[in-house]
């Protein structure tokens, strides 16, 4: 737990929040919290500042907290996930979680073992408290909204009632195009990733998410598991955006272009 | 298993490879082999080629192979990994082998909880086997060696005897500088990435090495556990260097050429 995550209404006027439970725990017996201690805090969607133990009694941690400025600017990039196994999904969603995104929608598809949706892993609780995880291990606020999908075809109706504009992207190993050659990915612009389950996309399942305006593409050689081409594609999608805005923000240089 | 991966010794004079136990169970079982079946397979640090099941018998598979070509070409990265989760480690190893790497040194370090080092998950044989899995799942032939160090200290005579030159970059997220601003970090060369434990090296460490020509660098804007900034970590520099090469591969831009 790198950032204590708390909800808006934990927070009390006076700048206290309450802890029980699973927080509380881990602060005293992994962190080894005790009166005085001061810890990074964040409040969901919000701002993060710096808490300091006030009180440890009987389970019961209260924190005095210190908001600094405003919240970080929301995530630009959303997620569309074939449903990997149900045990490789919490790491999953914790980890994308916590490198900061928009929206997970968790989707079946032809390659899904449909086994994976009777886990329990799938419940709403399940889903929130990995998420809620991932976000304190990344120190992000930005704690992404989810849905599960449990047909395809429920995901395509929200796709097209989603502004159009942007960039839409759908990882398939099998694309032409590498994901820096998408005239898109370049561009700090709201961004929906579509990744498939273990196996892949099938042809269909790309064609209708093309329907969409996503662009089939790359990620690199690899043949990757969905829990790493997740994470893979959001660091390779960052990095060609730093990549432009550092070449804009610098002089021209004489190897302008990669686009 | 995307690939059926055998060791040299096992493909005998005539193309025939005899295989027992795990694999041949996961052929049939998960795979659905039978005579006939069709698959691709792959020589341990080898070429690869298609496989022909001629024979399925009381737990047994033989295969029929054909390679194709050569060997591909081997990788040019290496890791330096402080010790994360026993639990972790096995997918970071396969995460990484399926990626293609051609070395990986396992050390220990000061934010790695000691008693980590007491796991099964350490043995060389399960090491080794997290790593063929990991090869067999990414379709690569390019086994990495490991190496275990239970001192920091034992790895640093290790990297003073290796080639000088090449790319040396340690990840470290208050590094000043990021991987892209490492002048070495595009281009096709030898590469050693040293990667902390969970919570990352500390300033001691990085130091030591320094010393040994390593470039402090960040991977981005977020705190990322081990098992994720390890494949991260190869995407960037794999994106990085097919953006060098399309670069120079490229006619110069603003020029028009008529040829």
Redesign the interface.
């Given at each position: 737990m790198?950032l204590v995550l708390v909800a808006p209404d934990e927070l009390d006027a006076q700048g206290f929040v309450h802890l029980h439970g699973r927080r509380a725990e881990h602060l005293v017996r992994v962190l080894g919290a005790a009166r005085g201690t001061r810890l990074r805090v964040g409040v969901v969607r919000g701002a993060t500042g710096i808490g300091e133990v006030v009180r440890n009694e009987s389970g019961a941690v209260t924190v005095a907290v210190r908001l600094e400025g405003t919240a970080p600017p929301p995530p630009s990039v959303s997620l569309v996930l074939g449903l990997p196994r149900p045990k490789a999904l919490s790491r999953l969603l914790g980890?994308v979680a916590?490198?900061?995104v928009a929206r997970i929608d968790i989707v079946n598809a032809w390659r899904v073992d449909k086994s994976y949706f009777d886990s329990p892993r799938l419940d709403a609780g399940t889903l929130a408290e990995a998420i809620w995880l991932g976000c304190e291990?990344?120190?992000t606020t930005w704690l992404p909204e989810v849905a599960v999908f449990r047909r395809f075809t429920d995901l395509l109706p929200r796709l097209a009632a989603s502004p159009a504009g942007g960039c839409r992207l759908v990882a398939h190993p099998r694309a032409s195009r590498?994901?820096?050659g998408a005239p898109t990915a370049a561009l700090d612009v709201p961004t929906v990733l579509a990744l498939g389950p273990d196996g892949g996309w099938i042809d269909g399942e790309v064609a209708a998410l093309a329907e969409q305006g996503f662009v089939p593409v790359s990620?690199?050689?690899?043949?990757?598991?969905t829990e790493?081409a997740a994470?893979?594609a959001l660091?390779?999608l960052?990095?060609?955006r730093?990549?432009r805005s550092?070449r804009e923000g610098a002089s021209p240089p004489f190897?302008?272009?990669?686009d």
């Amino acid at each position: 737990m790198n950032l204590v995550l708390v909800a808006p209404d934990e927070l009390d006027a006076q700048g206290f929040v309450h802890l029980h439970g699973r927080r509380a725990e881990h602060l005293v017996r992994v962190l080894g919290a005790a009166r005085g201690t001061r810890l990074r805090v964040g409040v969901v969607r919000g701002a993060t500042g710096i808490g300091e133990v006030v009180r440890n009694e009987s389970g019961a941690v209260t924190v005095a907290v210190r908001l600094e400025g405003t919240a970080p600017p929301p995530p630009s990039v959303s997620l569309v996930l074939g449903l990997p196994r149900p045990k490789a999904l919490s790491r999953l969603l914790g980890a994308v979680a916590s490198m900061g995104v928009a929206r997970i929608d968790i989707v079946n598809a032809w390659r899904v073992d449909k086994s994976y949706f009777d886990s329990p892993r799938l419940d709403a609780g399940t889903l929130a408290e990995a998420i809620w995880l991932g976000c304190e291990q990344g120190m992000t606020t930005w704690l992404p909204e989810v849905a599960v999908f449990r047909r395809f075809t429920d995901l395509l109706p929200r796709l097209a009632a989603s502004p159009a504009g942007g960039c839409r992207l759908v990882a398939h190993p099998r694309a032409s195009r590498l994901l820096e050659g998408a005239p898109t990915a370049a561009l700090d612009v709201p961004t929906v990733l579509a990744l498939g389950p273990d196996g892949g996309w099938i042809d269909g399942e790309v064609a209708a998410l093309a329907e969409q305006g996503f662009v089939p593409v790359s990620l690199g050689p690899w043949v990757l598991r969905t829990e790493i081409a997740a994470p893979i594609a959001l660091a390779e999608l960052a990095l060609l955006r730093r990549l432009r805005s550092a070449r804009e923000g610098a002089s021209p240089p004489f190897e302008a272009r990669f686009d």
